[in-house]
């Protein structure tokens, strides 16, 4: 077993039961996690969304590869000496026991924690898994996480507000209630936008609750958060998507007024390096 994972995992699993607000930003390569984890931040999460920005992939199911996402995850996790959390999808499969070997696969890049979504557009006639089946998926990496020999931090994420449920709120607490008691240990359900609404899902399911900001509109900040009773902030993609920002304005000035004043923004390359170097060997060096 790998002494530093299990540290790692106790460490994550730590901070959704310590006192107070963490903050988990969403790296997509091993740079982007190295800049967070210097900036000070205790854990990171990776963004299935950015990754795959970053291998020229739209942010559609089935765009990016199991072996691909993962693939990224595992430079994360040797970078950083940090908690990684996985932005596991849908578990890249629509049946329990596929759901169940990504779990397995997640804990082999050396990550000690994962989200798994309910949401599938391609699966059946809707887009939300049917209840019974959402929290089977559930139990399946609930159970494969408690096999592993470190902790490891499973979130579930209900995903109604996105899909368009009805009733979102409602669907929300139904789902999310499910599976906590089915064993996760973390309740994510993204894409509520306003503090009353937030709160009242902090009460009703009683668990961590994971909150993404970084949205277009989303203006509350982590004290704010932290008062409604929130446990971790993550950003999902919004920080790639950023990064692409700075890219399409840079290279439209560059064609368009033959200026380069982009570049006075970036890093430079000394300044890089030496905080690189510094960190050649991952979580293994100082």
């Known amino acids: 077993m790998d002494e530093a994972q299990k540290s790692r995992g106790i460490v994550f ?10 903050v988990m930003p969403n790296a997509w390569n ?15 999460g990776t963004t299935s969304a950015g990754i795959a920005f970053g291998l020229g992939l739209p942010d559609y199911e089935g765009a990016l590869t199991r072996e691909a996402a993962l693939e990224e995850t595992g430079r994360i996790s040797r970078a950083v000496r940090i908690p990684v959390s996985v932005d596991a999808e849908n578990g890249y499969g629509h049946s329990p026991e596929e759901v169940a070997e990504t779990i397995r696969r997640v804990a082999k890049t050396g990550a000690v924690g994962a989200s798994i979504e309910d949401f599938a557009a391609s699966y059946g006639t809707g887009t939300l898994y049917d209840h019974t089946l959402a929290v089977e998926r559930i139990e399946a990496a609930v159970a494969t996480a408690a096999s592993l020999p470190f902790p490891f931090t499973l979130t579930a994420r209900a995903e109604c507000y996105l899909a368009g449920s009805a009733n979102p709120f409602a669907e929300s607490v139904k789902r999310a209630t499910a599976y906590r008691d089915a064993g996760a240990d973390c309740l994510y359900v993204p894409g509520m936008t306003d503090a009353k609404t937030i709160g009242r899902l902090v009460k009703e399911v009683d668990t961590p609750v994971n909150v993404v900001m970084g949205l277009a ?53 000394s300044e890089l390096c030496q905080f690189l170097a510094g960190r050649r060997g991952g979580h293994g060096s100082t």
């Open 13 to 22: 699993r730590d901070l959704h039961s310590a006192d107070g607000i963490f």
């Open 30 to 44: 091993a740079g982007s996690a190295c800049m967070l984890e210097a900036a000070g931040f205790p854990a990171v």
């Open 217 to 269: 509109g989303n203006p509350l900040t982590v004290i704010e958060l932290e008062d409604l009773g929130v446990k971790r902030v993550s950003i999902g993609g919004s920080l790639a998507r950023a990064t692409f920002g700075l890219i399409r304005r840079a290279a439209a000035e560059i064609r368009d007024r033959g200026t380069f004043t982009y570049s006075e923004q970036q890093v430079p390359d």
